[in-house]
């Protein structure tokens, strides 16, 4: 392959990056949960999140508004406040189950075998992203 055949693909790559729509709350809850996921900061599930809370190591909780159990509710909530600990809801808790990476992607990119995810801990962010600024700013705004 010669030079000149890599340099379109490069162009049509930069392409299809270049257009990014607004993001919105739950777009940039996804994007921080994916960077942390790649970067290994991320607890899934009452165990892990309990435990990382409680270590003072969590940095972010993600706790989903449709779960069946409210002890599990009140605890993460409790450990939360507790621990000054930031906490986002999200509708679905499949929702944040495939956010999490509790899913498979099939060959077209879809998820398929999603697993409910009730909560989920940031432990570690990753990289600085515009999804991390952009929940950063809700959970400013928020407090404020």
Partial sequence: MSDGEAAPIADVAEAVAAP???LDMSGAV??????ALAHDGLCRGLHEAARAIEKGEAQLCILSE????PDYTKLIT???AEHNVNLISV???????QWAGLCKIDPSGEARKV???A???????GEET??????QEHLKNKTA
């Fill in 66 to 69: 449709d779960c069946n159990q």
């Fill in 91 to 97: 509708p679905e808790n499949k929702l944040l189950g």
């Fill in 119 to 125: 909560c989920a801990v940031v432990t570690d962010f």
């Fill in 30 to 35: 996804q994007m921080v949960l994916k960077k």
């Fill in 78 to 80: 409790a450990l939360c």
């Fill in 130 to 135: 515009e999804g991390l600024a952009m929940v």
């Fill in 20 to 22: 990014k729509e607004p």
């Fill in 115 to 117: 697993v409910g995810c």
